[in-house]
């Protein structure tokens, strides 16, 4: 019956009558000879020639007027080198910018930026933002817009020079650091700006407010006057050190090494990329945030390395869309379960990864990547392989099938059976109609492992309509309770989902809305090896409201209902249990704030109060920002989760408190400092880092990492990082 109803999803929305968007905005990028200096002037007069981009349409507060502060883009192209210059009016010189470090937030400065959708598939795009201090980041966009990754890295300059009340930027971009198809005359882009001087982001084509601004749907097209040459990306060797020095306090194990390994990458054709790793150094130079986990299920976190960030999504978004059962999560690799069960670090000795456009219609990846043997924590050596291949269909969507293999070749004694191989395979179809309007996805997954071939089924059909007024979304999940995933992420098993929202969205032409909105959500779980009982629901109703200072204000009431199939203790607190088979029904309410990120002085506040399972919640989160631009960010972040439950069960007082500190002395020497406290976690870290770019994306790193515990306090773990990494192009 499942099956049969995905089929009729699927192919009803394939044959939905997709249109291609009307482009009504062109630029023409001219082939020039002259050198052009990279200082932000726009003094060469060969940029008096140049085709010009104006006329920015709104995109918030409204999306239904002319900037009010208009913005110019200009490119021209050489042999080797993409030029793009920009002049931003504005009403002073007072720009906010908030740091000098590359990768800045994009709410939380003045920039404008770029995206150039060089295949013209509309579904992936190369990302480039400059402030009005010539500070830079730069992207991978995915999904048409939806996935957005700022930890990719390339080489590129970019210069600004401030006026009083204007700024202008220049930009060259090596054509050695994109892809494209070879003879090219047209690409697929747009630029855009963030204003916060006036709290306006406008956009060269216009884009509705009810889509995001990253969204690739709305694009228009850059010409250019000559056919451009291959995509001739250097091979680049990106070597490492790394001196470290640690001591576990509780084992009072102390350690010393010197590791040293690297990373290559080379060009594959047009569009293909080839990276290797050897003995590749993942160490902690960025710390992952801590958070406090009231659920009873694993929570997924981004992946910052950057030998898994090229093309992340033809691996990473295979599966479930609201992260219920993907199939690959990059994360799993290089950590293992001791025999304790304590997640540790695990060795990887080499790695190879492919990926990238084989054509336009064409993308492939594969991943290889052979983990070491601990035979101490008894983890045995693992091969980590996966294959995808997707096909771009209609105007935006595509099809993908993959193959996930995880497996030991080795004999080893304390490894049982069912732990020799994981295998999944499965196809996705991604729905995205030419407009933005219709999205979805709908996919089959199965696993494969020793002794179990039967069932093994992870399988989604979601589809969302967003127009200006009304967003509606159905989603159906079914996952196998034998589905397994080694190398993906899968916290729970055994479900079958439904889930609906509605929203209603507000466009006020007076006041100080710019846009608010009401949606109702309704999911519920069942269980397929109980008969399809019902183990979940969640009904929520929720207020939000858009103000023009950007702003942000939402209220939610809420409905849920949990049966526990597992004795669970809520206040993690190692009481007692609250016992499995018994269902709870309880009521929430929750309330948010967020300031204005353009201000000296930010800050949000956010309240829970109600039921919990069968006692209370009360729940507090602040958080407190000042900045003095552009050379530091202060901030303290406290999280309190109150629990009440009846005896015998615990009570529970959570509290998390994160302090942060950045300091950017100059645009190549940054200095920041973090300190969580969590007493559900027992733990007090300290994480402080100095980096010094010495030289394009190349980079020495000083770390300082200590650990407290909270409850007998007392010293955990404590680690001094000395690395260097050298990025060389050949």
Excluded: C
Excluded at 152 to 178: C, G
Excluded at 324 to 330: D, K, L, M, T, W
């Amino acid at each position: 019956m499942l099956a049969k109803y995905l089929n009729f999803v699927v192919f009803s929305l394939l044959a939905f009558p997709l249109f291609s968007q009307e482009t009504s905005k062109k630029l023409t990028a001219r082939f020039i000879t002259d050198d052009i200096k990279i200082d932000g002037e726009l003094d060469e007069p060969v940029w008096e020639t140049a085709d010009r981009a104006n006329e920015f349409w709104q995109f918030f507060p409204s999306d239904s007027v002319l900037a009010q502060y208009p913005t110019e883009t200009r490119i021209l192209y050489s042999e080797t080198t993409l030029y793009v210059a920009f002049r931003a009016e504005a009403p002073n010189d007072k720009y906010v910018v908030a740091t000098l470090k590359r990768d800045f937030g994009g709410t939380t400065n003045d920039n404008v930026s770029l995206l150039f959708d060089t295949f013209n598939d509309g579904t992936n795009a190369f990302f480039f933002g400059i402030t009005p201090y010539g500070v830079q980041r730069e992207g991978l966009v995915a999904d048409g817009g939806a996935d957005f990754n700022n930890t990719w890295d390339i080489k590129w300059q970019a210069e600004a020079k401030r006026y009083d009340n204007y700024y202008t930027v220049e930009v060259a971009i090596p054509f050695t650091s994109l892809k494209f198809k070879e003879g090219a005359t047209k690409w697929r882009f747009r630029a855009y700006r963030w204003n916060l001087q006036t709290n306006e982001q406008t956009t060269w084509v216009r884009v509705p407010q009810n889509q995001q601004l990253s969204n690739l749907a709305f694009m228009g097209e850059l010409h250019f006057e000559k056919p451009l040459g291959k995509s001739r990306t250097p091979f680049a060797v990106i070597p490492y050190i790394n001196g470290l020095t640690q001591k576990d306090f509780t084992t009072d194990e102390t350690d010393n090494q010197f590791k040293f390994g690297g990373d290559a990458k080379i060009a594959i054709g047009n569009g293909m990329n080839l990276d290797l790793t050897v003995n590749p150094d993942f160490s902690n130079v960025e710390v992952d945030d801590i958070f406090t986990n009231l659920t009873r299920f694993e929570l997924r976190l981004p992946e910052k390395r950057q030998f898994f960030i090229d093309n992340s999504d033809l691996f990473e978004n295979f599966g479930n869309s609201f992260n219920e059962a993907r199939p690959f999560f990059s994360r799993r690799i290089g950590l293992a379960r001791d025999t304790a069960g304590n997640l540790i670090q695990n060795q990887i000795l080499a790695g190879a990864r492919l990926s990238g456009k084989v054509n336009e219609n064409w993308r492939l990846g594969a991943l290889n990547i052979q983990t070491a043997e601990d035979a101490n924590n008894e983890i045995p050596s693992y091969n980590n392989m996966m294959l995808a291949l997707q096909r771009k269909v209609a105007a935006r969507s595509n099809v993908g099938v993959f193959w996930v293999n995880r497996e030991t070749f080795g004999d080893y004694e304390f490894l049982e059976d069912r732990n020799k191989y994981n295998r999944v395979i499965g196809a996705d179809y991604n729905l995205a109609s030419a407009d933005g309007i219709w999205t979805g996805k709908f996919y089959a997954h199965k696993s494969l492992q020793p002794g179990d071939s039967k069932g093994n089924l992870s399988t989604q059909a979601t589809a969302t309509y967003n127009t200006r007024t009304w967003t509606f979304t159905q989603d159906w999940v079914y996952i196998n309770e034998d589905f397994r995933a080694d190398l993906g992420f899968v916290p729970r098993r055994d479900i079958l989902k439904l889930g609906n929202a509605a929203t209603r969205k507000f466009y006020p032409t007076k006041g100080a809305l710019s846009n608010h909105n009401v949606r109702f959500l309704s999911i519920l779980f069942w269980k397929p090896t109980q008969d399809l009982m019902k183990t979940d629901h969640i009904y929520n109703l929720r207020w939000t409201a858009n103000f023009k200072s950007q702003a942000v204000f939402t209220t939610t009431v809420s409905n849920n209902h949990i049966f526990l199939n597992f004795p669970f203790d809520p206040s993690r607190s190692g009481g007692e249990p609250l016992p499995a088979n018994e269902g709870y029904t309880f009521n929430q309410f929750n309330a948010s704030f967020t300031s204005n990120n353009t201000s000296l002085l930010t800050y949000s506040l956010e309240a829970t109060a109600g039921e919990f399972f069968n006692g209370n919640q009360y729940s507090f989160a602040a958080t407190a920002g000042f900045r003095v631009q552009p050379w530091a960010q202060m901030s303290l972040a406290l999280n309190y989760d109150g629990i009440r439950l009846p005896a015998p069960y615990s009570d529970a007082d959570l509290w998390l408190l994160t302090p942060r500190l950045d300091i950017t002395f100059s645009r190549s020497l940054f200095w920041s400092t973090i300190v969580q406290y969590s007493n559900q976690r027992d733990n007090l870290g300290i994480n402080s880092r100095l980096q010094w770019r010495f030289a394009q994306l190349s980079d020495l790193y000083l770390v300082y990492n200590d650990n407290y515990y909270t409850r007998d306090f007392g010293p955990r773990f404590r680690s001094v990082n000395l690395k260097v990494t050298y990025w060389l192009n050949i």
